[in-house]
Every structure is written in structure tokens, then in C-alpha cells.
């Protein structure tokens, strides 16, 4: 018979998920959790970059799709993705909690591990939460980390709004596997040949830090994550630009196993359309972006894809193999539609 | 015909709420709204104090009690009111949205607008957000401040772990108005007279930054705010700290049109164990404590209510007039109870 979360009370829950986040709760700074609120010194001489993401069972994740350690990690992982994509180290997280009426205590145990186990892999820690009581499980952290320090770099962040025409348009990693991975898992088809490395894109997407300083220190001045979907992303960034951009589909970095299970077509339109990768767009020299490619040493691809032009400001163009303009199934998620 | 969320999108939704948070919304930033994260200058010197608040309807905000705008007015405080409790300067906050499948966009409007007042109440900024849809309304925030600069004070924070036997115990202002104003909500009594600053007190209630700092400078060491209940927040304090506390009924600020609205045994257990007041506990040298009293000058009034004590440590006892131990109805609210 499981513990019921109304006999464990509020703050037991709270002193056993802090347990749980082992190494992952920060402990050794100004005010740990437990308190009102956090606190903790500042690094001298650069910026607070912060942001806030929230993900809700039933739109963001599904219970038969991934578990709520998925989710857990899945939220960690976004919200440290905002920061890469500014160029900023992350801190700290606060994870605020809202738990739907069914959840049980292994669930939340789950959804701890999954917290530390994104925690470790990013190289962050939670400094403070809060924990409700819901209609629908929901998962809300804020992140808060530093930038290069201020004096040493010339543009301390990526920004949507730094494109400018003859700008070349790079991609880190492989595209549409996230999207791919949720297509095999609904299908079925999680034990196919391959299906592994999607499922985990899905489940268990990873930031990418490191990339976001070496492209600050690279002199790159543009740039965000890929969250919504590279066509929706792009579009973000060429309104926040005032350009136009195109994108070669033969150039995009699509994940093989998506190719090999799921067709050429389809893997395309996941890696145009799709959302949650992680990856960074960067804008800027190309042989700049080239230096940023680390995939003879192990570390991420950054592949070029496409070109900033001064023409059809605020449009992204797909140009397919044959110079044809291509509309892929769909140009991305909007939280609304 | 109003305009439905999903023809309006996401995007374009979003530049509405930053439109209509006019002032609020943090634009001389480093990093202001619209990209993948906020960035600001940290202040030299100081630490920075962070927390993040979750709150869903049907839970913390009913519809037929309190507006989409209430709520978000309450959301700010709430969160100002924890940084507050840690004597430290609420400077800008992140806003996450989960809109409900019924939410309207007057109401998103409404919710704003609550949102700009609070904010400029407390003299805080949004720097950024999240928006998204959910079967439940949630709004959670996560507030970023600065404490005292570290080298001016001796204690720069006021903790739950510092209580010692011989401190006395302080409130601010008075005490159970916003469980009396749900009180007189739910009871259909609002237009009678003294109702107006309990439904205020409710839907409107503000935080204690100023005296956060103030007993910052005078030497306090421990405090923290009346979120949950008074009982229940000085039991927080007690446990922190291996003390007891004791509490004399006879000198609660009870707020005095709960009383005459509802009567003195329901404001005395209103006082107790309704929570929300987001006014200040804090504990210490009995003349510190009074110096902090600014009645006389319009500002809030600091009551001496109990003491610290070496003995039942972990446990709050309350003393009618007669000198028993009194029970409230309710010692205080837990998410999960």
C-alpha cells in the first residue's frame, strides 16, 4: 500500500524530494532551499540571464508517451536550452510543481530522478521550489545563470535580433529527432532497429552549453535554440531581424534513424517542423560557424544550412534538391493552434 | 464576437500581454522580453535572492471569488512578499502562463492589467515569461532581487533557523483579514459595511519589502512572511531553529472589521490559521523589534505577540487571556491536506 501524499503532508514531501535531488539540491550557497527564498553570490563583472518555461501533462508530455522522470528531465533540459541559447552559463533552477490528482509518490520519486539526472548532465542545481496541489500535473522552472563576463567578450549574448543579410544560417546536432522519437513511440515501434537513439532525443534531449560560449567567444552575435521548430524558430528570428531567410533541405542535418524508420519525406518535414531538439541556430561568417564544428573531435556537428538575405524580410524559404520552394507538413508548434 | 486565442496565436498574444504590461514589463534591460531568456546587470556587492510560486485555479484562486486580474495582482505579492521575508529587493520577475481551455481574452487582458498593478505596487518588473495552454490556469512566477550589499550588514538575510530562546515575536500589520475577506466573499456579504478591507485584504494584498529591509539594518536575524497561516508559519520557524514559540491571543492584530463582520472567535481563528496575510513574522531583541513599529508615522503597525523559548522545541503553543493554550479551528494551510 502506497503512502498516500495527504498523510505525508506538504513539508515531508518537499524534505523527501531534497533528498532525492542528492548533489542536484545546491546546498553550499548563501541560502539553501527551505527558506523563502534562495540566495547566492554573483559572479563579478556579468550579467544575470534568467528565463521561465512551463510544461503541463496533456500538452507537453502524455503519461503513455514518457514518464514524469521524462518530463522532469525534459523541463530541466528546456530551460537550460534558453540559456545555452543566449550564450550564458547556467546556476541555478527553481522548480515549482503542480501536482494532478493521480499522481503517486513513486511518480514523484521518478520525477526527482529524472530533475537530478538532467541536473548532472547540465551541470546546474535547484536552489528552491514550490510544490501545489493541481487539476493537471505541471512542471514550471525558472533558470538563472551568468554570462561571459561582460568586458571580455564584444556580444555578450546570442540574440534574435542580430541576423544581418550575407550572414550564413548553421545548425549544431541533427534536426527532428525529438519529433521522430514521438512518432515511433505512439507507433508502437520502440523496440524497431535504431528507435533507441530517437526515443532518447525525445525523452531525454540535452542543451548545449558548451556551443553557446564558443560561439560568444567565436564573435557569433545570433543566435536561439531550436524549441518550437527550425521553420517556426527561423521565423522568430528573421522578424526579430527584419530579414529574410533560406534554407537548403539537402543541407539540413537530419537524423539517419528517422530516414531509415520512418522515410525520407517524413524525417525532412521533422527536422523542418518538428520541435524540442535543443540544438542552436547560429547566424553569422561562415568560416566562423566552421570553426564551431566539433564533430572531428567527438563534440557537435554545427552544420550550415541556409543563408540571411535582404530580401522577403521576416519569411524563411525552404528550397528542396531541385531549386523548388518546399512546404513541409507543418512549420512548427505555436502553443495556441 | 471576441477574438479567439487560437486565430490570435501565441506570438501575437504574447506582444499583447507586453503592450498592455506597459511600464511593467522590464524594457532598458540588458536583455528585455521577446528572446530566448532575460538578461540584466547584477548589483556589485550583493547577492542575488530568488524564489518561484506556483498557483492553479480551483485551488489558490476560485473564478466566482476573485478575477483573473485578483489573481495575478496576488501571484506578484505572493512572490515580492518572499523575497521580502528575506529582507532583500524584489527587482524583476518571470511570468509563466497556463491558459485553461475557457480562458477569454478579456480575461488574459484583465489578468495583465492585475499583474501591471501589483507590479508597479511593488515597484518590480516582468522581464520575461512563458505562455502555453493547460487543461488548468496556473500562473507561476519566479521573482529575482538583490539583497543588502553583503559588506554593510552583519545578518543579510532574514532566516528561519535564526530564532533563539529570549527573542521576542513580531508581526506587521494585522493579521487573518484575507481568510476573512474569503469568508465574506463566499458568505454573499461584500457590500456591507467593513467588508471593503477584507476583500481588499484578499484580492489585493501587498508585501512587506521596506520592512524586510528595516529590520535588515536594525539587526534581525530571523523572519519570514504569514503565507500559509500564522501558526503554521511559526511552526516553520520553530522546527528551523530547535525552539519553541509561544503566542499570546490577547495581542494578535486582529484585524477589527473581521471581527466586526464575523465575529471575534472566527477573526481570532481567522488570524491563527487563514493564510495570505504577506505580512512579516520576525523574531529578536524586543526594543529592535519595536523601533521597527511605524503606526505613528502611517506605516505598518509591528506587534509584539510571543516569545521564543528553549522548551517544546518544534512546537507553537497559543494562550487565550485566561492563560490556557488555545486550539484554532485550523492551524494553517498544506498543499497536500
Redesign the interface.
Known amino acids: 500500500m502506497p503512502t498516500p501524499?495527504?498523510e505525508?503532508?506538504?513539508?515531508s514531501?518537499i524534505d523527501r524530494i531534497v533528498q532525492r535531488l542528492g548533489v542536484a539540491a545546491a546546498r553550499n550557497i548563501?541560502?539553501p532551499p527551505?527558506?523563502?527564498?534562495?540566495?547566492?553570490?554573483?559572479?563579478?563583472g556579468?550579467?544575470?540571464?534568467?528565463?521561465?518555461?512551463?510544461?503541463?501533462?496533456?500538452?507537453?508530455w502524455r503519461l503513455d508517451t514518457m514518464t514524469l522522470g521524462d518530463a522532469g528531465w525534459r523541463a530541466v533540459a528546456a530551460n537550460v536550452?534558453?540559456?545555452a541559447?543566449?550564450g550564458?552559463t547556467p546556476d541555478?533552477l527553481?522548480?515549482?510543481?503542480?501536482?494532478g490528482p493521480d499522481v503517486t509518490l513513486d511518480e514523484i520519486d521518478d520525477l526527482a530522478e529524472g530533475m537530478l539526472e538532467a541536473c548532472l548532465a547540465h551541470h546546474v542545481r535547484i536552489?528552491?521550489?514550490?510544490?501545489?496541489?493541481?487539476?493537471?500535473t505541471?512542471i514550471?522552472i525558472?533558470?538563472?545563470g551568468h554570462?561571459l563576463p561582460l568586458a571580455e567578450v564584444r556580444s555578450?549574448?546570442?540574440?534574435?535580433?542580430r541576423a544581418k543579410p550575407g550572414d550564413r544560417v548553421a545548425v549544431s546536432g541533427t534536426l527532428g529527432a525529438s519529433a521522430a522519437g514521438l512518432a515511433v513511440i505512439e507507433a508502437l515501434r520502440e523496440s524497431e532497429a535504431g528507435a533507441e537513439v530517437l526515443v532518447r532525443a525525445h525523452r531525454r534531449p540535452r542543451a548545449r552549453v558548451q556551443l553557446g560560449h564558443d560561439a560568444i567567444r567565436a564573435g557569433i552575435a545570433c543566435g536561439?535554440?531550436v524549441s518550437d521548430g527550425l521553420m517556426q524558430d527561423l521565423g522568430?528570428i528573421a522578424r526579430?531581424s527584419g530579414v529574410g531567410i533560406e534554407v537548403d533541405a539537402n543541407t539540413l542535418p537530419i537524423e539517419q534513424a528517422a530516414v531509415d524508420l520512418l522515410g525520407a519525406r517524413a524525417a525532412l518535414d521533422f527536422a523542418l517542423g518538428g520541435g524540442e531538439d535543443f540544438e542552436l541556430i547560429l547566424t553569422g561568417p561562415a568560416e566562423a560557424l566552421k570553426r564551431l564544428d566539433q564533430a572531428a573531435t567527438g563534440g557537435p556537428p554545427v552544420s550550415l544550412v541556409g543563408r540571411v538575405v535582404g530580401d522577403h524580410a521576416g519569411e524563411v524559404i525552404v528550397f528542396a534538391s531541385d531549386g523548388k520552394p518546399y512546404e513541409p507538413a507543418r512549420r512548427g508548434w505555436?502553443?495556441?493552434?
Open positions: 501524499l495527504e505525508l503532508g506538504e513539508f514531501l548563501l541560502v527551505g527558506d523563502d527564498a534562495a540566495a547566492w553570490r554573483v559572479e563579478d556579468c550579467a544575470a540571464v534568467a528565463t521561465i518555461d512551463m510544461l503541463t501533462e496533456g500538452t507537453h536550452s534558453d540559456l541559447a543566449m550564458a541555478y527553481l522548480v515549482g510543481i503542480g501536482l536552489a528552491g521550489g514550490d510544490i501545489i496541489r493541481s487539476h493537471t505541471t514550471s525558472a533558470a538563472y554570462s555578450p549574448f546570442l540574440r534574435r535580433s536561439m535554440d522568430h526579430a505555436d502553443q495556441l493552434r
